[in-house]
Every structure is written in C-alpha cells, then in structure tokens.
C-alpha cells in the first residue's frame, strides 16, 4: 500500500477524532424524517460489518413501486478538511484483502456508528424513486431520514428462499411484512434490469473467488456468483446513483460522474463475436454487444463467465470525471446509464461522500462545498487512488493464490487469456480461478484466447505465479 500511495494506517489525530464521537443520529435536525418504525432491511455478505444501505418499498397500485434506499449518514459524523476525512480523502477507498481489511474510516465509525447496524437509530440520505410496470424511473426525491435496520439479511440466504431451493431466513418467517417487502423489491428490480437490458446494458457473469483462510494457510478460492438477492441490492443501487445523478443536473450543480467510456479495443471484441460466428458493427454498440452475450450465455452458459471477463477487460477501466450541468456526459457503456454517480456507499468510497456532501448542500438550501477546479482534482485522485487500491488487492489476491498452488508445480490447467500488450500476457485459469503471467509461449496470444498452460513458478513473498503455454513449458522449476 505504502509503494502505491496508500496509508495502511489512521493517523494519531484521526483516531482521537474518532473515539471522541458520540452517536450521530442524536444530531438530528428538524429536517429530518423519522422512519424507524419502517420495515428497513440490509442484504449483505454473512461477515459484513459495514452496512451503508437499507431497502424498503411501497406498492402504488398501478403506478407501481416506490423503491427507497438510505445511504449512511457518513456526512454528520465526518465533516469535510477533518482527521478523519484527510485521511479519507488520501485513500478514497477500503482496500479489502485476504489477509486484512483496510477501512477508509476508522471502524468505530464505519462498522459502527456510521453504518446502518441492525436495531440501532441511524441517520441517513435515502434516495425515492418510483419504477412503473415497464422499469422505467418516474418521479424521485431526495431527503434525509432517520431510519433502523430491522433485519440484517445474508445474500444466500435471501436468494436461496426467493429462488425456491432453501426455506425462508428465520427474520422472513417470523414476519409476514418483511417477507412481502423482498417479494415486492424482488419484482422491482427485475422490471429495472429489464429495461436496462432492453437499452443495451451488458449482461456480463463473471467468476469472482475470495481467498479463504484458515489457521494462516490458504484453504481454497472461493467463487461468489451473482445470485437473485445481490442481482436486487446491484440494481436497486443502479437505480438510486442515477436518481441522484439527476437530482444534481436539475439543479445545476457541477457533480462526480462514474464513467464507463466506448471501448477502445472494439476492434478486438469484433474480432472475438466474428471467432463465434457473429458480426458486429464497425462502432461501439452496447446493444449489439449485448446481443451478442445473450447468445453466447444461451449456447454455452457453463463457459460464458470465461467469455463475459474477456469482455470485462476490453471494455476497460471506469474512472471519475465531472459533469458540467446541461452538457452530456460520457455515461457508462456497460450499464447503458447515461447519468450515473457513485453515492451509495460513502463509509469505504470518498467520491460517495463528496456527493453525499452535495447532496446534502442542496437540501439546506447551502451553497455547493466543493468548487468545478476541486471537484476535477478530486476526480481524477480518486480514479488514481482507485487503481492503486485494486493493484494491491489483486497482489494479495495473488500471494494467497500463490499459497494455494505452491504445491501444484508442473500441473497444467485450462484458461483464458486476459491481459496482452507487449509488456507481458496474462492469464485466469478456469478451476481454481487464478491469474498469473505467461512467460513461455505467450507470441500469438490475446484477450479472449482458450489456452491450456502449465505451472512453473508460484512466489506468495512477491504475489507472482508464472505459467508456460503447455506445449512450450520449459522443466519445471521450484
């Protein structure tokens, strides 16, 4: 972290800053709403500590769904040009590893006070917004709410009952209103990736593992798939960025942006249809595009995650910029979201708190707290910081897998390629899902290529793990 620019720990005066708050929710004003007697839930993974949103809905009849998600209040607790968010504002993110987590905010706030724990009063910025029959955003608000957590729910747990394979979650069988609230939020957002479906949103599956570590040692990779509970949470959280995102235009205020650019290398996602027997267009074309992977996951769904991260990777990186109102932005191409913010998770992401301090500005009737000149520094900082903390978490990512195929030299496995420059050539194998270098064999090789490769060196201390392409495999080394 520290040879990428990152600072692993809080400062000193960061830390006392943090011990010496009192629960923020006591610091309400007379703006805000009191819905702690509403039926609040949380869905996340079962070790989750930092919890910065709630859902709830409302059934309109024939207009529909009223969908309502609170954002923590991380604003209250953490005023800007603090301890606390001077350090915020240098990370810009939780960087999460297998071997520690590293939260943006110190965890008496982030795992406490400012996250939306289960039974507790919290502060928070929800975002309203209505979704008709068709999926389609109506009428939005924004305001701010005092709200509790009535049920802290696990995403396997949730997508299991509504798929029908597993009973219901105790908190769901003890509570008929809760169970009509998932059913309904269910519904919802399966109207809402529908419609962005139907716009040209990707349909991408791809395969990500979490290091599971026992005793000191790397156990196994654990893949998480993309089951019907984190399908509803992602597009509710879709939904509300673009809400808010809109909610700054209308109001003419210069805003972050979340941006997904054209890819550049369409030539070589072209090249990867026309391998498969399909043609697409000479210029970017997200429905087209998207076309073409529902095809693919229908003819091949067991092999499609392989072909939806080769896609991932062509697509490239997001990164922030600013938006200027009344000027069209850049949008997210894989989303098929023309506007678009991140502000729903301001406890581990800065660029949610910078909005949230927007956001928050509007509804006072304030004046903006950051300029267009600072907001542009901001932007491209957090996109920096961003790829910094996505280059240590795919290291350490590396030196547990690294531990885990320590034992596997000279074994050879399926994969496919994922990176290609003149540089070096990269590879994920399929079982377990690893990534490492090519350094025998790779001329020839690019994204999206089916290969079988060999092991020949896997280094935890330095989180590398070299592969040969099987028939150039030099001997096998230790």
């Known amino acids: 972290m520290r040879e990428r620019g990152l600072a692993p720990e809080f400062p000193p005066e960061a830390i006392r800053q943090a011990e010496a708050l009192t629960d923020p929710a006591r610091a309400a004003g007379g703006s805000v709403r009191d819905m702690t007697g509403a039926a609040w839930c949380s869905i996340d993974n079962d070790d989750t500590r930092d919890f910065d949103q ?26 800007r040009d603090t301890p606390m968010d001077a350090h915020a504002r240098l990370n810009t993110t939780s960087v999460y590893t297998a071997a520690r987590t590293f ?35 109506g009428a939005t608000d924004l305001f701010e709410a005092r709200v509790r957590n009535q049920a802290r729910l696990v995403y396997e747990t949730v997508a299991a009952w509504l798929e029908g394979t597993a009973p219901a979650p105790p908190e769901v069988v003890a509570s008929s209103e809760l169970a009509a609230q998932l059913r309904r ?24 593992a979490r290091p599971v570590v026992r005793d000191g040692r790397v156990v196994e990779l654990r893949p998480q798939d993309k089951d019907r509970a984190r399908q509803l949470i992602e597009d509710f959280m879709i939904a509300a960025n673009e809400a808010t995102a809109r909610f700054l235009q209308d109001r003419g205020v210069p805003s972050l942006r979340r941006v997904v650019r054209s890819p550049e290398r369409w030539d070589r996602l072209e090249a990867l249809a026309a391998g498969k027997g399909v043609t697409l267009p000479r210029e ?6 998207a076309d073409f992977l529902r095809r693919m996951r229908a003819a091949d769904p067991l092999r499609f995650p392989d072909l939806s991260l080769a896609v991932v990777k062509l697509l490239g990186a997001g990164e922030y910029v600013v938006h200027d109102p009344g000027t069209e932005g850049a949008g997210h191409f894989g989303l098929a979201v023309r506007d678009y913010t991140h ?23 304030a004046p903006p707290p950051y300029g267009r000149e600072e907001l542009d520094v901001l932007a491209r900082h957090c996109t920096r910081q961003e790829d910094a903390a996505n280059r240590v978490e795919r290291q350490v990512k590396k030196a547990a897998s690294a531990l885990l195929l320590s034992d596997h030299i000279g074994e050879a496995f399926d994969a496919l390629v994922t ?7 990269w590879v994920r194998t399929l079982r377990p899902p690893v990534d490492g270098r090519v350094v025998a064999g790779e001329q020839g090789l690019d994204v999206g290529d089916a290969v079988r490769v060999r092991l020949v060196r896997a280094d935890p201390a330095r989180g590398e793990i070299d592969f040969a392409r099987d028939d150039a495999a030099p001997k096998e080394t230790t």
């Not at 809905?57 to 953490?78: E, H, I, K, P």
């Not at 970017?284 to 595009?289: I, K, R, S, V």
């Not at 800065?350 to 956001?359: F, G, N």
């Open 54 to 79: 709630l859902t709830l809905s409302q059934d309109l009849g024939a207009r529909g769904t009223l969908v309502l998600v609170a954002v923590a209040d991380v604003d209250a607790a953490v005023a």
């Open 103 to 137: 939260p943006m905010l110190p965890e008496r706030l982030c795992t406490d006070l400012t996250s939306l724990v289960e039974g507790e009063d919290r502060l928070t910025v929800v975002a309203a917004f209505e979704v008709d029959g068709d999926g389609r955003i």
């Open 185 to 208: 939020q269910d519904e919802a957002a399966r109207r809402l990736r529908a419609r962005r479906h139907e716009r040209g949103a990707l349909p991408l599956e791809t395969i990500e």
């Open 284 to 289: 970017p074309d997200a429905g087209a595009l």
């Open 343 to 365: 502000s729903t998770a301001p406890n581990r992401r800065y660029p949610d708190l910078v909005t949230q301090r927007l956001v928050k500005a509007l509804l006072a009737g």
């Open 419 to 425: 990176g290609a420059s003149a540089k070096a050539t």
